[in-house]
């Protein structure tokens, strides 16, 4: 297990630190406090989970669920299973687009729902802290709730939510590791609790010879795992998993009883006072994993007997720790550059009388070996840039996506025509599909649904035409199609059939041009000399020309007349 | 070892102990606000002066508005105290201020001390338990002015101010002027970890009465302990977790629910392990989880370790007798000495948070070392720069309206070493902002004149930038107040100010073409015509002092054909303040004078 390199640095695992600043804090007392009362209290609502706002100051507000006093303190093992429930498929990811909540909690949450919605619609005006707490299935409900608001807060939130559960089921099979959300969410879970193990495999179901048997739950948040030594926050879903299947396999063969979590927290709160076992004080040649050992040991597991591997955690850990707000800051630099690079290259080909797309498909400039280099790291950066709005929940990931969504417009156009002109340098034939990759594919799917959008301006001043990109970044894929249809039209061998489906394609393309034109959205290179458009233009004039027919269109007209030598210039006064 | 706690404090070791017993005795001589000393140094003759400072047990001298009772330090009185990027001014314990403030007129015409600085004497300011934290504050004070180089000695002192105010001491060079000793349990010196509350009344109440000597054997309270000790223990946990670099992304959410004290150590401390060992730490990480962690309850019950954390703070004197006797010092810099630890009776949880502050301190090394290795990268690009600019002259345009036209190969070079420059700076902003390089980095002359010979050269061109591509239409001008001006800019900026002694926001001569540029727009947009001639009148003295005064900036934009000259020969005459004189530079720089 022991493999840190020499030059490697040291990381460390704060699980421990973390739970102890938690617990000697009072804000899990604080969440704790109404619950007992609460459950002790009248029923007020027809149900098996009671629930009270309460505001300890003017400023916060605390939320609480419990189970009602009359109901039996756990649901039956047989409720244990995932029912699709596409109310919450917001949270979807790309992994698991639609959304499964355990049967029990799901049946009461929406037996709760009427009362629910209107809380939702009062807490959406508070302003200030904001603590959502609860016991046990209370638990699940103040998880499911807390969801359903913060979806309805949006992006623009009032108030600060935390959502704090006491020994609760697992509730879902999503996922919100790569969320903003994931942060909202503490759960605490006792080893002598049964509860938050009831539906896992082992569980009170007969034992499994497998621990290893697959669940569909997913734990989301941060568990802070207790037990009568200490505690220990971890966020590593595959991990909490493994701690919570081995507690289940442990607890099953004992007797059900309650966990007064308010006795747990204050011997945890005595205990982080304590200086606890001591070794012989010795520097630690492996901080991270001997840290973890530690911390599974305070919990009550013991890190060999149960394979859990440190190793993956600290090289999961390695690679967060490599990405800063520092290393952020120079990457955005980097990619700036790498973009002013494209566009002075354009300019100087420009200025060569030359589209960039021609050059570079030419290889005319010493420069364009460069050109490459930085279309991949472009191209890597938009990557992981999708990648990343993948793995969020569809609203969030919608609103990330928001953020940076002109700037990777403005990459596809201008990088696309360059893969574009490899694809056919390199002798292949329809672009659209059979090269486009799934990167551009997407972000031209983001552009058009963002366009859809009335807030959007489009580019409509006619004035601003010399400096843009072409809209369609695909422009030179119709253009290099249109060229091998034209060869096909004016090749001898070419059967009636085929130059008829020439002829169409060379109608419709000339159509798809002037519509471009008329839009203002192709760049004005396109009509240089020497443009591989230019190119196609003199071949098809050329086979008008042969046909003997008088051929018109608005492109013929507007190619013939030269009108394109005043496109794009500004209008005279 | 081998070392004295002297050396390692860089004070004579014969002045600790008279000036731990002078301390002890001022602080319970209430009626004299500090107490002077002359200490001779038996081996070379010369003289130590000890000044010590009177104490108060009352609560409102310790804790004003609750919780924490804490107050921005007044950077008129302190003007180092304050952080370069950001991060706002120090803080300090407001009740200690204003008990510094009280004191402040007596001791600035103290005979005693304006004669030690007159024979160049070493004064030494010497305080114990509340009498600490006003010794800490003189000793800035007088560093602040610069009259004379005071060292400061404190026994069983609570803290007194943040993290900014650390930094700042650390940034300064002042950190080891300051040398604190703490007993392995003493609770005063961890008190202001915690907040206000009845239990810090109770304990201030037992000391009362305890050095009034009203009464001999005052009944010591009890179960403050567990309320001082479990605050503190989330201080401590909350910065180990920074220490440790938690990903945890619920830890600033927690944060925000959580209010913990603001407090924190600086300076040198000194740990008397109870067994006659002194153990020296330096690095302010390592002397959190220590102060925390070695007074944590072991075998021993709570009542015990309750009785004893208030007993050792009335134990300096003979326990410091007694180190000083046998002089087992380490230091703890450098790599938590095993030996020692066992001292402190750390756990194993402890010894992680210790190594934890050691990495953090050596992550901060490496990345100093990344950051000098980008400085040969900054000069080559600033290099180029300086031959664009020389360039751009030839043509009678200036480099900034070079850049702005982007009509040349040059001026896209220009505008990649630009890019270039700007992901360096932005990295090591980013860095400074999460304390991620040594705390004197913004101090050092070599870094300041880098950067300000950056500022000035590239400022401009992310002026033009901003301008060639109408961007105030979207963010409004570009020198608002928090505005679209990189912060990088501001930051080094301020570096020159500090080191210079110079008002926040004086030193803008990088500036000057955005002065320019938003005057050109605002006149075309005819706003209110007596604020712009103000405007004018203002750009141009300061245009007149930066050129001719500090050259801090370049003759270029006197160019015939830049910007400027164009803009400001349109100008209706009434405008002008300074045309003689600007008329004059224009003359002269066309000349090639």
Not at chain 1, 43 to 66: G, K, R, Y
Not at chain 2, 91 to 114: I, M, Q, T, W, Y
Not at chain 2, 295 to 320: F, Q
């Amino acid at each position: 297990m022991k493999r840190r390199r020499m030059n490697q640095v040291p990381l460390f695992s704060s699980a421990g630190e973390l739970a102890n600043m938690l617990v000697t804090s009072n804000l899990i007392e604080a969440a704790w406090a109404k619950i007992p009362e609460l459950q002790r209290g009248q029923s007020a609502l027809p149900s098996s989970v009671q629930t009270m706002v309460d505001h300890p100051t003017p400023n916060s507000t605390i939320v609480v669920f419990a189970p009602s006093p009359d109901s039996t303190q756990y649901p039956h093992p047989q409720g244990g299973d995932l029912v699709p429930y596409p109310d919450f498929d917001f949270l979807g990811t790309k992994e698991c687009p639609s959304v499964s909540i355990n049967r029990a909690a799901l049946t009461l949450f929406e037996s709760l729902k009427n009362h629910l919605s209107g809380l939702k619609t009062e807490l959406n005006k508070k302003e200030g802290q904001l603590i959502i707490t609860g016991h046990s299935l209370g638990g699940s409900i103040a998880s499911l709730f807390t969801l359903y608001l913060l979806n309805s807060m949006g992006k623009e939130r009032k108030c600060r939510p935390i959502c704090i559960t006491f020994g609760s089921p697992l509730i879902g099979n999503f996922g919100l590791q790569h969320s903003h959300w994931n942060s909202f969410f503490l759960h605490l879970v006792s080893d002598k609790d049964p509860l938050p193990t009831l539906f896992l495999p082992s569980g009170r179901s007969a034992p499994t010879s497998s621990h290893s048997q697959a669940t569909a739950y997913k734990p989301f948040g941060t568990y802070l795992l207790c037990s009568e030594l200490g505690c220990a926050c971890f966020d590593d879903p595959d991990l909490i998993l493994k701690v919570l299947t081995v507690a289940a396999s442990e607890v099953a063969g004992g007797l059900l009883q309650v966990v007064d979590y308010g006795e747990v927290l204050r011997n945890l709160k005595n205990r982080a006072i304590c200086k606890g076992p001591q070794l012989a004080g010795e520097r630690f040649a492996y901080p991270f994993s001997d840290g973890i050992v530690m911390e599974l040991k305070t919990i009550g597991i013991d890190a060999a007997k149960h394979n859990i591997d440190t190793t993956r955690m600290e090289a999961e850990a390695r690679t967060l720790a490599k990405k800063t707000k520092a290393s952020d800051a120079k990457e955005l630099n980097d990619i700036k550059k790498y973009m002013v690079m494209l566009e002075w290259y354009k300019k100087k080909s420009n200025e060569a009388n030359k589209c960039y797309y021609d050059c570079f498909k030419n290889g005319d400039f010493q420069r364009d070996v460069r050109i490459e280099e930085f279309m991949g790291q472009l191209t890597t950066y938009w990557e992981d840039m999708v990648a990343q709005a993948e793995r969020k929940p569809q609203e969030e990931g919608a609103s990330f996506r928001t953020a940076w969504f002109q700037s990777a417009t403005t990459f596809r156009r201008m990088v696309e025509p360059l893969d574009i002109a490899i694809f056919y340098r390199d002798g292949g034939r329809d672009y659209i599909n059979n090269g486009r990759s799934p990167l551009y594919k997407l972000l031209e799917k983001l552009y058009e649904e963002a366009a859809k959008k009335p807030t959007r301006e489009g580019p409509d001043s006619k004035n601003k035409v010399s400096v843009l990109l072409t809209d369609d970044s695909c422009f030179w894929a119709h253009v290099e199609d249109a060229i091998l249809s034209c060869q096909s039209l004016n090749h001898a061998n070419s059967t009636p059939e085929q130059r008829e489906s020439s002829w169409k394609n060379m109608v419709e393309f000339g159509e798809y041009v002037t519509k471009q034109i008329e839009n203002f959205s192709v760049s004005p290179e396109i009509f240089l000399e020497q443009s591989s458009f230019m190119k196609w233009w003199r071949m098809y004039e050329a086979s008008i020309d042969a046909s003997g027919n008088f051929y018109t269109s608005p492109l013929v007209n507007f190619m013939k007349s030269h009108k394109y030598d005043d496109y794009g210039l500004p209008e005279e006064a | 070892m081998g070392e004295t706690v002297g050396n390692l404090i860089g004070l004579n070791d014969e002045v600790i102990h008279p000036a731990a017993t002078l301390a002890v005795e001022a602080h319970n001589s209430p009626s004299k606000q500090f107490l002077v000393k002359k200490i001779k140094i038996r081996h070379d003759l010369s003289s130590v002066v000890v000044l010590a400072f009177s104490g108060s047990m009352l609560p409102e001298d310790w804790f004003g508005q609750p919780p924490f009772g804490e107050t921005e330090i007044d950077t008129g009185k302190f003007p180092s105290l304050t952080s370069l990027n950001d991060g706002g001014d120090a803080v300090v314990n407001g009740s200690f201020l204003r008990r510094f403030n009280d004191v402040l007129d007596k001791l600035s015409h103290a005979k005693e001390l304006k004669a030690a600085i007159e024979k160049k004497k070493q004064v030494v300011f010497a305080g114990y338990s509340s009498g600490g934290p006003i010794a800490i504050l003189a000793t800035l004070y007088f560093l602040e002015n610069q009259t004379l180089s005071p060292r400061c000695l404190t026994f069983g002192s609570p803290l007194v101010g943040d993290r900014i105010f650390g930094h700042a001491l650390r940034r300064e060079g002042w950190s080891d002027y300051f040398t604190h000793f703490v007993m392995k349990y003493d609770i005063i010196p961890r008190i202001m970890l915690s907040p206000s509350s009845t239990e810090h009344k109770q304990i201030l109440n037992y000391f009362k009465s305890k050095f009034d000597k009203k009464n001999i054997n005052p009944a010591p309270p009890s179960g403050f302990y567990h309320t001082v000790m479990g605050n503190a223990s989330s201080v401590a946990s909350y910065e180990a977790c920074h220490l440790m670099g938690c990903r945890n992304p619920s830890l600033d959410i927690i944060k925000s629910f959580i209010k913990l004290s603001p407090y924190r150590p600086s300076g040198t401390y000194v740990f008397c392990t109870g067994n006659g060992n002194l153990v020296v730490v330096k690095n302010p990480n390592a002397v959190l989880q220590i102060l925390i962690h070695c007074a944590e309850l072991g075998e021993s019950n709570t009542a015990e370790v309750e009785k004893r954390s208030l007993d050792e703070h009335s134990a300096y004197l003979s326990e410091l007798k007694e180190c000083l006797g046998m002089q087992a010092v380490v230091s703890l810099d450098g790599g938590p000495a095993t030996a020692t630890l066992n001292d402190l009776g750390l756990s194993p949880q402890a010894m992680l948070c210790l190594q934890a502050a050691e990495e953090f301190e050596n992550r901060r090394s490496r990345n100093l070392e990344k950051i000098r290795k980008y400085l040969e990268k900054i000069e080559v690009e600033l290099q180029m720069l300086r031959k664009y600019k020389e360039n751009a002259q030839i043509s009678r345009l200036g480099y900034y309206d070079s850049f702005k036209l982007q009509n040349e190969d040059d001026d896209f070079h220009a505008n990649v070493s630009r890019l270039e420059l700007a992901g360096i700076w932005d990295e090591i902003k980013e860095m400074l902002k999460e304390f991620e390089l040594p705390d004197d980095f913004e101090n050092k002359p070599e870094i300041i004149d880098l950067g300000t010979e950056y500022r000035r050269l590239v400022e401009p061109l992310d002026i033009a930038n901003f301008y060639r591509h109408s961007k105030d239409k979207e963010t409004g001008a570009y020198v608002i107040g928090g505005g679209p001006r990189p912060k990088r800019y501001r930051f080094i900026q301020r570096w020159l100010e500090h080191r210079e002694k110079k008002p926040f926001g004086s030193r803008s001569e990088s500036l000057f073409w955005a002065g320019v540029e938003q005057l050109g727009i605002d006149i075309k947009k005819k706003k209110n015509l007596q604020e712009i001639k103000d405007r004018i009148r203002q750009l141009e003295r300061n245009m007149i002092a930066w050129i001719d005064v500090d050259k801090s900036l370049d003759k270029d934009v006197l160019l015939e054909k830049t910007t400027f000259v164009k803009w400001w020969r349109d100008l209706p005459r009434e405008c002008n303040s300074e045309s003689e004189r600007i008329e004059k530079l224009i003359g002269e720089k066309a000349a090639g004078v």
